[in-house]
Nanobody, 121 residues
Framework: QVQLVESGGGLVQAGGSLRLSCAAS????????MGWYRQAPGNERELVAR???????NYADSVKGRFTISRDNTKSTVYLQMDSLKREDTAVYYC???????????????WGQGTQVTVSS
């Protein structure tokens, strides 16, 4: 019932910038939170940034001061602005959303298909 579509990944030089977008569509009573996770080969999937329905944000320590998460509630879209990119930021980035589809339903997790971000020196 809910689909997350990501865009904006690609190849960038170290020190450069990328902006990821994730649009949620389908039957949604409430979006409780949206965020971005990433996973590099051989590593565990880790939280990068998250934003709640009230606008509160949190970031992984490794990206604080470089990445900014924001949302457009009218479009059910979350963005991740990534500046001062480093080689260690290279990973597949996954959009995540905690969504209540109907008023009586608890929130549940939905995932995008992932978008590759590659940072070269």
């Amino acid at each position: 019932q809910v689909q997350l579509v990501e865009s904006g990944g690609g190849l960038v030089q170290a020190g450069g910038s990328l902006r990821l977008s994730c649009a949620a569509s389908g039957i949604m009573f409430r979006i409780n939170a949206m965020g971005w996770y990433r996973q590099a080969p051989g590593n565990e999937r880790e939280l990068v940034a998250r934003i709640t329905n009230s606008g509160d944000t949190n970031y992984a320590d490794s990206v604080k001061g470089r990445f900014t998460i924001s949302r457009d509630n009218t479009k059910s879209t979350v963005y991740l602005q990534m500046d001062s990119l480093k080689r260690e930021d290279t990973a597949v980035y996954y959009c995540n959303a905690d969504i209540s589809a109907i008023s009586s339903s608890p929130g549940r997790d939905y995932w995008g298909q992932g978008t590759q971000v590659t940072v070269s020196s």
